[in-house]
């Protein structure tokens, strides 16, 4: 059996969201682990990818995170419409697992909606999955679980979809320029791209292409620079704020269909919009933002008038964290979700007619060669917690697996964090404050 200590060790942090380290989740009691399949942000396939790619690899990862938690339950939320993905992992999965299947709804995969989804269970405001006896893991993590004592983290699997030649999913070495996956994908097919990294609904537009695929990178998508999601990610704050001012009407559809208060918590982004008339210090005064999970549903989908108020709850959000602002116990609404759920779920394929998507190809097969390249760039940073720290020299030869960074150490304990291992065999020919940078050994 692995230890905790061994998956930081190789690397492992969430692949799917913000990298939380893996070792500390699984260090945790749970009765249940949830596998993260639903991947709902639009036009992305990596997961449904690997599962069909990395069946048993999948399912090894479940079982040790079940065995490390103590979990007699395993779960794999998929959705019900990836038949032919079910069929591949259904004959593979061991005792005591199961597949859940999920409807076609964004945001299945928020990690509160899944809970709910597969377990009937709500995770409290504020709260994570292991408050309600769950853990939750991304499909990539449980494989790169699965692969602890044999390789560490080294690799990462990233869509890229929209306007290039061929919408594919890549195997790439982290650290690996954007731009190099874009040229692997055939290229952009358009004259005025623009780069979206990590999804249409959640993901930031990214305008340096050297820039390098972390350990949590999903996707890119490759869109015009006059689309709709486009021009929705560069509104600045004022523009946000002036609109949102006159043009609210408060008919309520942003919080009616907002995913976190249909299961009963207490965000309501009509109340954060009507705070854009108060001043400075009262817009902190609507302190359920805090439990706004950013999908962007209410600003891209569910206002009428074509509001923003995703960003003025992490305006407020912002305010309330700076302001050292908590709301101890909030008010809970657990018999919430069972009517209203139900009814409200926003479909996939309307979202993607709404936002424009609706005329790309929604398919990503995988592409299962390593992607080749001379320089790679890793951040000491992939991950929640503390920036590693380089034990390795500029000029030191390095080889692929080998740790190069590690987490700082206080009092004797390592910090919350996870190591950081050469992509590619080859020479260390930069370190930084955030970086080091390997280029590769010429045969
Ligand atoms: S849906 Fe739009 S117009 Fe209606 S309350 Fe929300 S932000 Fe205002
Ligand atoms: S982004 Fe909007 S819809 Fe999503 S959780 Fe926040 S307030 Fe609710």
């Not at 990596?46 to 979990?71: F, N, P």
């Not at 679980?145 to 869509?159: Q, R």
């Not at 060669?369 to 001379?374: A, T």
Request: one cysteine or more; glycine letters at 8%.
């Amino acid at each position: 059996m692995i230890t905790v200590e061994q998956i930081a060790a190789a690397g492992v942090v969430g692949a799917g969201g913000a990298g939380f380290p893996t070792h500390v989740k699984l260090s945790g009691k749970a009765d249940t682990v949830v596998i993260n399949a639903a991947e709902c942000e639009p036009l992305l396939h990596k997961d449904k990818e690997l599962i069909l790619h990395r069946t048993e690899m999948l399912v090894e990862g479940l079982a040790r995170a079940m065995q490390l938690v103590g979990a007699a339950r395993g779960i794999v939320g998929i959705k019900k419409k990836y038949v032919h993905v079910t069929e591949t992992l259904r004959p593979k999965l061991a005792a005591k697992m199961e597949i859940v299947p999920l409807d076609d709804a964004y945001p299945s995969g928020d990690e509160f909606i899944l809970v709910y989804e597969s377990l009937g269970r709500v995770i409290p405001p504020g709260g994570i999955p292991l408050a309600v006896g769950a853990v939750v893991m991304n499909v990539e993590t449980a494989c790169n679980v699965a692969a602890v004592g044999i390789k560490t983290v080294t690799e990462k699997f990233v869509s890229v979809a929209g306007s290039v030649e061929h919408p594919c999913t890549l195997r790439v070495s982290l650290g690996t320029p954007l731009n190099e996956c874009i040229k692997a994908a055939g290229g952009t097919i358009i004259a005025d791209p623009a780069f979206v990294v990590g999804g249409a609904m959640m993901g930031y537009i990214e305008t340096d292409l050297s820039k390098p695929v972390t350990k949590t990178t999903g996707g890119v998508l490759v869109l015009p620079q006059n689309h709709f999601i486009v021009q929705r990610k560069q509104w600045d704050w004022k523009k946000t704020a002036r609109i949102g001012r006159t043009a609210c009407d408060q008919c309520s559809f942003c919080t009616e269909l907002c995913p976190r208060n249909l299961l009963g918590h207490p965000i309501e982004p009509h109340r954060a919009m009507r705070s854009l008339g108060f001043n400075l210090s009262a817009r902190s005064d609507v302190p359920g933002t805090i439990f706004c999970c950013e999908c962007n549903l209410c600003s891209y989908y569910s206002c009428p008038e074509g509001l923003d108020p995703k960003n003025v709850c992490t305006e407020n959000k912002r305010r309330l964290l700076a302001d050292k602002q908590r709301w101890e116990n909030p008010p809970f609404r657990p018999e919430r979700p069972d009517q209203q759920m139900r009814n409200r779920k926003t479909p996939t394929t309307r979202l993607i007619q709404k936002i424009g998507l609706a005329g790309y190809q929604n398919k990503g097969p995988l592409d299962d060669r390593l992607l080749e390249v001379q320089n790679v760039v890793l951040p000491l940073r992939q991950h929640i917690g503390a920036a590693c720290v380089p034990i390795v020299q500029p000029g030191n030869t390095v080889h692929i697996g080998q740790p190069i960074a590690q987490r700082p150490v206080t009092n004797g304990k390592p910090a919350l964090g996870a190591d950081i291992h050469a992509s590619i065999s080859g020479t260390v020919t930069e370190i930084n404050s955030e970086n080091i940078r390997i280029t590769a050994s010429i045969n």
